[in-house]
C-alpha cells in the first residue's frame, strides 16, 4: 500500500533492473499524482484506467446513460426485511437488470459516496440476471456479496460505476426508517412509498 504521508512507489523491468522511480508527495483524500505533459502534478482529478485529463475526469464523474444495469433498492436499517446467509441483518444495495440479457459486472464497483465512487470492487464471475435482481450486502466484511462499507440510516447515496469507474447509476437517499425502502420506480425516479421488496420488482 501507499503512504499517504509521501512515499516512493518505483516500476521494474523482468530482469529486476529498475525502469523508473516516482517520489509521491503528501496527498489528501481522493487526490492523485499524475502525469502530465511529461511533468508529474498534484490534482483532484482522478482518472484511473484513462488518460489524465479534464476530459477523463468529467466522464468518470458524471453519471453515464444507457446502462442495463440499476441501482433499483437501499434499505439503510434493516432489522427485520431480509436475512443473509449467516442469519443476519445487514443493510443492503438491490441492482436490477432491465434487459433481457444476462449483463457480467465483473470488476464494477459500489460505493456510498460519489467522491469516492470506487470503494468496493464487485467479484469476479458476478452475474445480474435478465430482467433481474442481485442484493449485496452493505455489512462491512468484504467477502463474496457483502461490501467493505456500511449504509448510513441518516442518508447518503448508494453508487454502481462500470469496470472504468464511470458512474452509471445513483440513488442519493435522506434519512430513512428502519425498514424503509428507498426504491426506483419504472420511469426511473426513486420513492420511500413503497414496501421493501428485495429480489422483486418494485412495485
Not at 482522478?46 to 468529467?58: I, K, V
Not at 464497483?109 to 449485496?136: C, H, K, Q
Request: without cysteine.
Amino acid at each position: 500500500s501507499l503512504n499517504a504521508a509521501g512515499d516512493t512507489l518505483i516500476l521494474f523491468n523482468p530482469a529486476g533492473g529498475a525502469v523508473e522511480a516516482i517520489n509521491i508527495p503528501a496527498l489528501a483524500q481522493n487526490a492523485v499524482y499524475r502525469r502530465v505533459d511529461g511533468g508529474w502534478e498534484v490534482s483532484a482529478q482522478y482518472t484511473p484506467g484513462m488518460e489524465n485529463t479534464e476530459e477523463s475526469y468529467r466522464a468518470m464523474t458524471t453519471a453515464v446513460t444507457g446502462s442495463d444495469v440499476v441501482v433499483s433498492e437501499v434499505m439503510s436499517g434493516n432489522t427485520r426485511t431480509l436475512a443473509a446467509e449467516d442469519g443476519q441483518y445487514y443493510d443492503y444495495i438491490e441492482l436490477a437488470n432491465t434487459s433481457g440479457a444476462d449483463v457480467d459486472i465483473s470488476g464494477w464497483y459500489l460505493s456510498d459516496d460519489a467522491a469516492d465512487s470506487m470503494a468496493w470492487r464487485i467479484p469476479e464471475g458476478t452475474v445480474v440476471p435478465a430482467n433481474g435482481y442481485l442484493l449485496f450486502y452493505a455489512s462491512g466484511q468484504d467477502t463474496l456479496l457483502h461490501t467493505n462499507f456500511r449504509l448510513s440510516a441518516e442518508g447518503e447515496a448508494a453508487v454502481l460505476t462500470n469496470d472504468k469507474g464511470q458512474i452509471v447509476s445513483i440513488a442519493d437517499y435522506d434519512i430513512l426508517d428502519a425498514d424503509q425502502a428507498y426504491s426506483r420506480r419504472a420511469d426511473g425516479s426513486y420513492t420511500t412509498e413503497l414496501a421493501p421488496s428485495p429480489g422483486a420488482a418494485n412495485e
